[in-house]
């Protein structure tokens, strides 16, 4: 068996791999064997059908499977072994002839393929590149800290409804027209409304100032403007139900609950940092800031790149890619793809393809390595940033690590942490080598920034 590389241009080869009967054959006696046994041939026990009769019925397929295995084998690990940057796959030469498998004992496969173009880059102190730090100023630390006392609030019995976000809970029944109960009609024992959700002021009037212990007589279909869904919701009954209910109700009232935002005391500091990390309200706000700060750091991050990309590409100049090759590749690998959608993507395509070859060549040139202690860290600041969300910051590192660990089991998940893994080293790779320009702007100038 022979493999070779014929270099068409720069940017374009022909592996030719010649395979020769002794090549092959074994391979297929060792399958037809194997086939023997299993096989269930009419008139013959398993495994007992001559072997004369299988290879008559079945031996040119296996042929054929054989030598796609050997040559598909031989193709990657030649591919693999020489170390070439291929783009794409490979694909069946437009060249190669065909094959007669019930005569042709040798045969000779030719397989196009792409090669990635030349990339010097190099970067140094005289390149300068834009970072932007985001200020994080008193109405973001202060809308935080509203955050956390929400998050960490508490819900509180009180005697009467003051304000439209309390929740009512009672017993409801349905009234005839002279505001009696009426016979047969609705009765809901553990209703709740909250009365912020109410679309017409003079039914939400009502519920002003409403004590625990009063009854109030109300129209729900006047109260919610006839949205079935929310009367429905109120009353337990079906939308089209609740499209018929235009009767009022009365409202008995037995229980008022009030969400009450967290003061911001001790105890507050050691729910949102841990017990004891900060002890007054000026070491909270300034750890509030620190945190805010640290959540800025990879959006910033990803400007950098963003920013080092347009550098990055005019360093690099104009590449030749094999086009002819790409398009008949995309063509054949893509599904619903037609020569023309191709052509419209193409240019998109080959500047994306322009970068990614840019980060890899990066990642040669620096040696840089992404191992697994790197992958469980920055789970742990996904995971960390997940929990800060809903005002969780003193997350333990047990806790972090498992649910890292829990992360990294789904395959997307897992796939997406790697890339962003690589793509921090290739980051902090590039700010060392440039001189960075560094410029604190605030949160809206930097989301203008993506405008």
Do not use: C
Not at 67 to 79: D, P, R, S, T
Not at 83 to 88: A, E, P, S, V, W
Not at 386 to 415: C, H
């Amino acid at each position: 068996m022979n493999v070779s590389l014929k270099n068409i241009d720069t940017v374009n080869g022909i592996i030719n791999i010649e395979i020769a009967k002794a090549d092959y054959q074994p391979k297929v006696d060792e399958a037809l064997k194997t086939f023997r046994k299993k096989a269930n041939v009419p008139g013959f026990r398993k495994g007992m059908a001559p072997m004369g009769m299988l290879k008559k019925m079945y031996g040119k397929s296996i042929k054929i499977d054989e030598i796609n295995k050997l040559v598909g084998e031989k193709l990657y690990g030649y591919i693999r072994e020489n170390k070439i940057n291929i783009l794409g796959e490979p694909l069946p030469s437009e060249q190669q002839a065909d094959f007669d498998f019930d005569t042709q004992e040798d045969y000779d496969f030719a397989f196009d393929i792409a090669l990635a173009p030349e990339i010097k880059i190099n970067l140094s102190k005289d390149d300068k590149i834009v970072y932007y730090n985001v200020a994080v100023d008193d109405e973001m630390v202060n809308n935080q800290i509203d955050a956390y006392k929400s998050n960490f609030g508490t819900y509180v019995q009180v005697d009467a409804a003051t304000e439209e976000k309390d929740l009512v809970k009672g017993t409801v029944v349905e009234l005839d027209e002279n505001n009696e109960p009426k016979e047969g009609g609705i009765r809901i024992e553990g209703a709740v409304l909250m009365s912020s959700y109410m679309k017409n002021e003079e039914e939400k009037a009502k519920f002003a100032n409403a004590a625990k212990n009063s009854v109030i007589v109300f129209n729900p279909a006047k109260a919610y403007d006839n949205a079935d869904a929310e009367i429905a919701s109120f009353l337990r009954v079906s939308k089209e139900e609740a499209a018929d209910i235009t009767s009022n109700f009365s409202f008995e009232i037995e229980e008022i609950t009030r969400y009450q935002e967290a003061q911001l005391n001790q105890e507050l500091f050691d729910r949102v940092f841990g017990k004891d990390t900060v002890t007054t309200e000026e070491e909270f706000v300034a750890k509030v800031r620190e945190a805010l700060q640290e959540q800025m750091a990879p959006e910033s991050d990803f400007r950098f790149l963003v920013d080092a990309k347009e550098v990055l590409m005019e360093k690099v100049g104009d590449l030749q890619f094999p086009d002819a090759f790409l398009k008949r590749w995309l063509l054949a690998s893509g599904e619903d793809k037609t020569p023309e959608a191709i052509e419209e993507e193409y240019p998109a395509m080959i500047n994306d393809l322009k970068f990614h070859l840019i980060k890899e060549q990066i990642i040669k040139d620096n040696s840089l390595k992404v191992e697994e202690a790197d992958f469980l860290a920055l789970g742990k600041k996904v995971a960390k940033a997940q929990f800060a969300q809903y005002g969780m910051i003193s997350i333990p590192e047990d806790v972090l690590e498992n649910y890292a660990k829990d992360m990294m089991k789904d395959k997307n998940t897992a796939r997406n942490i790697v890339d962003r893994a690589i793509e921090e080293k290739i980051v902090a790779s590039i700010k060392e080598k440039v001189s960075l320009d560094e410029k604190t702007i605030t949160i809206e100038e930097f989301k203008n920034l993506f405008a």
